[in-house]
């Protein structure tokens, strides 16, 4: 096996392979004293091969990281496996100039002329953490334009149910509407879910429990834009909806509606 | 030990939980209830719970067993101004609370028993 790699890898082209890869390669040894680092780390950083090479690693650490990092770099010695670093942490590399950059970092122990040492792989992650960030962002957004309350007569809400209905949102969902029907003294609710994409027992739980909380607050509710499809996929699931109020549209719901609040 | 105030107007006993409702007093409540319903020979009783900012499973105990109990002395019962935040605790506490009637506030609570305010000319 050993005749064999240096037969077909010669240490010129290993050396290669570790200097020309397309991602951030730094070896460095058990005092955080970087030995090497490749090509892509140089582009990356900005710095040149040998102004790397003697430094320590916390060199490309923002300075608010320098500290902390000796003690964490220690216990990887302490126990040396290969991992991840900074798990669910987001992590940035400093660059020649002072700007920051978006990495992950990889960490492999690797025994060398009996000194343990420790292969750092450094993969830039603006791109990534851009989406991420958007995503994020976007979710939030939302969120927050998915689930309005909207007083559409003195006295009556419609809450509108666009999208898909977990459970983590039907509790925000619950939440919202009883704090502003408090608020606003809504006596009907009339909860529109036309633009449900799908129902299915547990969503058909949520609604369930909704009108069940409003019931318990003194206000009537009605579910509207029931469509056929939902009808049948109610009916199939034997979904019992008990004795929740429902209309087919909206303007039906809003009718019904109209006609409680003169009863009241 | 300081008793709930049960009032009576007309035919309908009164009463407003506490903020401050501690469970040696919340023990009381139903027996409150009862006694005043007994003596006064009232047709219905309001509670207004509007003050509590959170129920534990004991307070929804002694509510819900208010409203049977008084529902078996054959009078009608509502609760009225439950909290959001209190709504949902009931839910997650997974009680049947279908059998109780409910208002938003006394306002509509006297009118599901049938009664509404008018000035007197």
């Known amino acids: 096996m050993a005749d064999k790699t240096e037969v077909i890898f010669s240490q010129e082209f290993l050396y290669s392979i570790f200097d020309l890869a397309p991602i951030g390669i730094i070896i460095a040894n058990s005092q955080g004293v970087i030995e090497d680092a490749n090509q892509y780390i140089c582009s990356l950083t900005d710095y040149e091969s040998e102004e790397l090479v003697g430094q320590k690693v916390e060199l490309l650490l923002p300075e608010r990281f320098r500290g902390g990092h000796v003690a964490l770099r220690d216990s990887f010695f302490a126990h040396p496996t290969i991992r991840m670093m900074g798990r669910n942490r987001e992590l940035n590399a400093v660059t020649k100039s002072g700007s920051e950059l978006p990495i992950e970092v990889g960490l492999a122990p690797i025994k060398s002329d009996g000194d343990l040492k420790v292969i750092v792989t450094i993969t830039d992650v603006t791109m990534k953490r851009e989406a991420d960030n958007k995503m994020r962002a976007l979710s939030i957004e939302l969120e927050e334009v998915s689930t309005p309350i909207l007083e559409v007569w003195e006295g009556v809400a419609v809450v509108p149910i666009i999208g898909s209905l977990d459970t983590d949102r039907a509790q925000k969902l619950l939440e919202s509407t009883l704090a502003k029907m408090k608020d606003a003294r809504f006596r009907v609710t009339i909860l529109d879910i036309t633009g449900l994409t799908c129902i299915d027992t547990s969503v058909a739980h949520h609604l369930l429990r909704l009108t069940a909380a409003i019931g318990l607050m003194g206000g009537h509710s009605v579910l509207t834009g029931i469509s056929p499809e939902i009808a049948k996929t109610i009916v199939r699931l034997g979904v019992d909806l008990g004795e929740l109020k429902t209309c087919s549209t909206l303007a039906r719901g809003l009718n019904y509606a109209i006609t409680v609040l003169e009863e009241c | ?121």
């Open chain 2, 1 to 121: 030990m300081k008793n709930i105030p049960v009032l009576k107007l007309g035919s309908i006993l009164f009463l407003t939980v506490p903020e401050n409702m501690n469970d040696a007093m919340a023990q009381y409540l139903e027996e409150d209830v009862l006694q005043q319903l007994h003596k006064t020979g009232a047709e219905a009783v309001v509670i207004d719970i509007s003050s509590l900012e959170i129920i534990d499973s004991f307070m929804a105990r002694v509510i819900t067993e208010t409203v049977q109990t008084t529902k078996v002395m054959g009078a009608r019962i509502v609760v009225v101004g439950m909290s959001s935040v209190a709504t949902i605790t009931l839910l997650e506490l997974g009680l049947d609370m279908s059998d109780i009637e409910t208002a938003m506030d006394l306002e509509s609570g006297l009118h599901k028993l049938g009664y509404r305010l008018q000035t007197i000319k």
